[in-house]
């Protein structure tokens, strides 16, 4: 078999079996109109290297693209790819350490939980990536296959041709004004933290001793009970934390109405907090009477301490968020 015989083969075999015939013949006749009258072998060579690569050319008969995702929807997959990804490995997180902590007792020590929980969150995060990599892939894939037109020109983010029109909404964000997908995720982490915290105070937040080697809970810091009086104006805020981070991974960058939210959540959260650690019955007797002894104070100067502290430190870390935010949102 000559160079050219095995060339249409290598091109035919990639082709559904019904149009190989008819192929092959048109191939032929190109590659001979192509050669000279009295052609050698360099000849035939310089002809089938204009042809190209046997299955570049083969794609080119085919209905079906080659390729699972080309270049026409490659940047959409990509950049949906780049948003969704971390809001699933967010959202799955959250639920994992909810759940998580739903079955916990009190029985483990804290340490214990947090190792526990890390491993089965980095387990999380790879499940989560590789699900969402597959579906996401799969759906572009079959998009690929039933767009039926040739034109292999990257869409747009509206899925249209890309026009000169498209860069006017494309606005310029200074380097210092991007929210970072990674910092939304931190964010929405620490939420989840504090949360847990909050409705499991009585069996993570107190005094930790080593007793036979191991790290035992022996008295709780909080009031659960008075913790919990609170619980409906905590699931609002824990909700307007959850939007507020959703909402800076779709805007990608501080304005005046990001931090005007902002604000505003900063001011509710504070008000709670000193509303909560101001009740005299939120900290457990035992728990004062303990830490007093070790400081060698009076359990009245330990809870002004732990009150007027906690005030002072959560009210400047909300009032440098709210001037963080609008400093950033003034950047041009």
């Given at each position: 078999?000559?160079?050219?015989?095995?060339?249409?083969?290598?091109?035919?075999?990639?082709?559904?079996?019904?149009?190989?015939?008819?192929?092959?013949?048109?191939?032929?006749?190109?590659?001979?109109?192509?050669?000279?009258?009295?052609?050698?072998?360099?000849?035939?060579?310089?002809?089938?290297?204009?042809?190209?690569?046997?299955?570049?050319?083969?794609?080119?008969?085919?209905?079906?693209?080659?390729?699972?995702?080309?270049?026409?929807?490659?940047?959409?997959?990509?950049?949906?790819?780049?948003?969704?990804?971390?809001?699933?490995?967010?959202?799955?997180?959250?639920?994992?350490?909810?759940?998580?902590?739903?079955?916990?007792?009190?029985?483990?020590?804290?340490?214990?939980?947090?190792?526990?929980?890390?491993g089965f969150a980095l387990w999380k995060?790879?499940?989560?990536?590789?699900?969402?990599?597959?579906?996401?892939?799969?759906?572009?894939?079959?998009?690929?296959?039933?767009?039926?037109?040739?034109?292999?020109?990257?869409?747009?983010?509206?899925?249209?041709?890309?026009?000169?029109?498209?860069?006017?909404?494309?606005?310029?964000?200074?380097?210092?004004?991007?929210?970072?997908?990674?910092?939304?995720?931190?964010?929405?982490?620490?939420?989840?933290?504090?949360?847990?915290?909050?409705?499991?105070?009585?069996?993570?937040?107190?005094?930790?001793?080593?007793?036979?080697?191991k790290l035992e809970f022996v008295i709780?810091?909080?009031?659960?009970?008075?913790?919990?009086?609170?619980?409906?104006?905590?699931?609002?805020?824990?909700?307007?934390?959850?939007?507020?981070?959703?909402?800076?991974?779709?805007?990608?960058?501080?304005?005046?109405?990001?931090?005007?939210?902002?604000?505003?959540?900063?001011?509710?959260?504070?008000?709670?907090?000193?509303?909560?650690?101001?009740?005299?019955?939120?900290?457990?007797?035992?728990?004062?009477?303990?830490?007093?002894?070790?400081?060698?104070?009076?359990?009245?100067?330990?809870?002004?301490?732990?009150?007027?502290?906690?005030?002072?430190?959560?009210?400047?870390?909300?009032?440098?968020?709210?001037?963080?935010?609008?400093?950033?949102?003034?950047?041009?």
């Amino acid at each position: 078999m000559n160079l050219i015989e095995v060339y249409i083969h290598e091109v035919t075999r990639r082709l559904p079996e019904k149009n190989r015939e008819d192929i092959a013949l048109e191939l032929r006749s190109t590659i001979e109109d192509m050669l000279p009258d009295d052609y050698n072998e360099k000849d035939i060579n310089e002809v089938l290297e204009k042809l190209g690569n046997p299955a570049t050319l083969a794609s080119g008969y085919r209905d079906q693209p080659m390729h699972l995702i080309g270049p026409r929807y490659f940047d959409v997959y990509v950049s949906l790819l780049k948003m969704i990804l971390p809001i699933a490995v967010t959202i799955s997180l959250i639920s994992l350490i909810a759940e998580y902590f739903i079955g916990y007792r009190g029985e483990e020590a804290v340490i214990h939980v947090v190792l526990d929980l890390t491993g089965f969150a980095l387990w999380k995060v790879i499940e989560v990536g590789i699900q969402t990599f597959f579906w996401l892939t799969l759906i572009f894939a079959i998009i690929e296959r039933a767009d039926k037109g040739k034109d292999q020109h990257p869409l747009s983010a509206s899925l249209k041709k890309w026009t000169p029109d498209d860069l006017k909404s494309i606005p310029y964000i200074p380097k210092k004004k991007v929210i970072t997908k990674l910092a939304v995720f931190g964010y929405l982490m620490w939420t989840a933290i504090w949360a847990t915290l909050y409705f499991y105070a009585n069996h993570l937040v107190g005094v930790y001793e080593s007793m036979e080697g191991k790290l035992e809970f022996v008295i709780p810091a909080l009031n659960q009970d008075v913790l919990l009086h609170y619980w409906p104006i905590v699931l609002v805020i824990i909700a307007l934390e959850i939007g507020l981070s959703l909402y800076k991974l779709i805007i990608g960058q501080w304005t005046k109405k990001t931090a005007i939210f902002t604000t505003a959540l900063e001011l509710i959260s504070t008000i709670v907090f000193i509303i909560m650690l101001s009740n005299p019955e939120l900290m457990d007797q035992e728990f004062i009477t303990y830490m007093s002894g070790l400081f060698n104070t009076t359990a009245m100067q330990f809870k002004t301490w732990i009150v007027g502290g906690g005030i002072i430190i959560f009210t400047l870390s909300a009032a440098f968020n709210v001037y963080d935010g609008f400093r950033k949102a003034r950047i041009r």
